[in-house]
């Protein structure tokens, strides 16, 4: 016991302690996770990334206004940079006409749900909310409980979702096995949120 109070095991004892700080610290991130913790857990599991296909296509349309995009956006090792464009045209705010680049890991992950569910490259994902600048964010907040003030929609990294026919249940607990990052489920509408954010779950509704 007394070799604890050296020299070395006062410096192991202020390590340890500064290992569990930080555990905390992390296991606390979950709630309100930002750019800054995108690679940390907020349950301490390690985050999956995009499964290694060859070529990657997605159909999309944004209910309100009938815009439809049908895209092969990933091919021969890389993201085509003008079909990207494109896709963050569809996911931008449109209460303020703006636009900001949404990371390709998002759609990716929309992607990858999709072959988890065994649905075809055809199948159509409704967009419902992509990218929000932060002033269109905090209105939504004051009507919306389930918006959070530090959302990630205004980094271009989370997205609601909806697959007509499906059970927005079902694709929740797909995309909570991925370990890409928090989901949701709101009953109301039976859509899905997802985000590159910390690994964390909610309800919504």
Known sequence: MGALFTSGGRRLIVSLL???????????????ATPHGR???GQGLAKTHSDPLAERRIVMVQPQSGEKLDVIYYHNGTYDPAVMKRIDYLFRD?????????????IDYL?????????????????????????SNAQLAI???NVAIE???IYGWAVD?????????AICEIAKTMQRGGVAYNPANNHVHVDL?????????
Do not use: M, Q
């Open 18 to 32: 500064l290992c569990f700080a930080l555990a905390g610290l992390a296991g606390c991130a979950g709630g309100s």
């Open 39 to 41: 690679n940390v857990s």
């Open 94 to 106: 449109r209460h303020e006409n703006a636009v900001i680049k949404i990371d390709p890991e998002l």
């Open 143 to 145: 009507s919306n409980k």
């Open 161 to 169: 979702f909806r697959i007509p026919h499906v059970s927005g249940s």
């Open 197 to 205: 954010g910390n690994i964390r779950t909610w309800h919504e509704g």
């Open 111 to 135: 992607v990858d749900i999709r072959t988890r569910l065994g649905l075809p490259a055809s199948v159509t994902f409704e967009i419902l909310s992509g990218y929000r600048t932060p002033a």
């Open 151 to 153: 959302s990630l929609h």
